[in-house]
């Protein structure tokens, strides 16, 4: 039998703490939620290699857990404190929400799929508020948001999503075309945004943020 807390600790020493992830409540958090709750069923000894995990996303969307290095990354660069809204973008089975949520922050979950936004609902409880709706469109009625987290790859920039920060929020994404795709920090500041690239990742590209035919990234 697996010993998961062994594992959660190993994924913490062995894959964050070497990936430059060394904010202390962050490390704490992916070593307290539970990632094993989040993956499908019967996948469980999966739950801590240093991979994404594709979810199974009905209709062929493409959902995932991002590679825990990389979404520990992505959650110390959005900063992410107790008492701040944060959003979570394609939540899939909700597991990023739930770490959020574990640093103290009030989120909210937003899934298109109604299968996917139910087993959140499910895994979740009370941690946070599912919605579900088109992940393009954000939750324009539980905004404005502190922070944003978007749970796969973009090839456009999220604009309804970036109106829906607060000043001064922040949104962390993958954004670029497969091999060559960054991760990108967006802080709002009055009507402007500024973006600067952290450190190269890749993840399943979301259909509701890819290019246009003949669109030049």
């Known amino acids: 039998m697996i010993d998961y807390a062994q594992a959660r600790r190993m994924m913490v ?68 404190r107790p008492g701040i809204s944060a959003l979570d973008v394609a939540s899939g089975t909700g597991y990023a929400a739930a770490i959020m949520a574990q640093l103290g922050a009030q989120v909210t979950a937003l899934e298109s799929s109604p299968d996917l936004a139910a087993e959140a609902r499910t895994r979740l409880g009370t941690t946070a ?45 993958v954004m670029g075309p497969h091999r060559n795709a960054k991760v990108m920090l967006f802080v709002r500041a009055g009507d402007a945004f500024g973006a600067r690239p952290l450190f190269d990742a890749s993840l399943p590209g979301l259909d509701a943020f890819a290019a246009e035919a003949g669109f030049a990234f």
């Open 13 to 80: 020493d062995c894959q964050l703490r070497t990936f430059d992830v060394n904010d202390n409540t962050v490390l704490d958090a992916f070593d307290t939620v539970p990632r094993e709750a989040f993956v499908p069923k019967g996948r469980e000894a999966f739950a801590y290699i240093d991979q994404t995990l594709n979810l199974d996303a009905p209709g062929g969307e493409a959902r995932c857990l991002p590679a825990p290095m990389v979404l520990a990354r992505m959650i110390q660069a959005a900063r992410v």
């Open 129 to 173: 508020e599912v919605v579900e709706g088109p992940i393009a469109a954000g939750a324009p009625k539980q905004a404005p948001f502190d922070v944003i987290l978007i749970n796969g790859r973009v090839e456009v920039r999220p604009q309804a999503l970036l109106e829906q920060l607060r000043d001064d929020g922040r949104l962390v994404c």
